[in-house]
């Protein structure tokens, strides 16, 4: 979770809504955002998606925010109701936006519910390191 850790890293965790552990979003790089992740390093993994991830996390794992509610996607009707009018009328064209950071990347991302990720099967093996260093911290 996000207790007991500085006020200044939790406001930037609910910022890009990684309220829970095991949680997954996609966000914009840029300057601000740098900043943003650079705050919060030791308690988070990043890295670019391929467009595999991408596509795999949508179609498994990914969940609409339709009215504050989390609905499955499981047809393209729900992402065209939400997102026709920004031309995504279907859960490929949803994907497509993401993976290239398109114009309205913003309405699709927020569209999306954060991912609900498991944890690693086997367990974590190198706590003390951090992800970026070649260990599971983060």
Not at 50 to 73: D, T
Not at 107 to 117: E, T, V, Y
Not at 126 to 135: A, L, N, P, R, S
């Amino acid at each position: 979770g996000i207790n007991q850790i500085h006020p200044r890293v939790r406001k930037v965790l609910q910022l890009l809504r990684l309220r829970q552990i095991h949680n997954g979003v996609f966000v914009k790089l840029n300057k601000p955002m740098i900043n943003m992740l650079r705050l919060v390093q030791p308690y988070v993994a990043y890295g670019y998606p391929n467009l595999k991830s991408v596509r795999e996390l949508i179609y498994k794992r990914g969940f609409a925010k339709v009215n504050h509610q989390r609905l499955p996607i499981t047809d393209n009707a729900i992402v065209e109701k939400q997102l026709g009018k920004f031309n995504i009328i279907c859960v490929e064209d949803l994907i497509h936006e993401i993976y290239t950071v398109g114009p309205n990347f913003k309405q699709a991302n927020s569209f999306l519910w954060p991912f609900q990720l498991s944890s690693p099967n086997g367990g974590f093996n190198k706590v003390k390191t951090h992800f970026i260093e070649g260990g599971d911290n983060g």
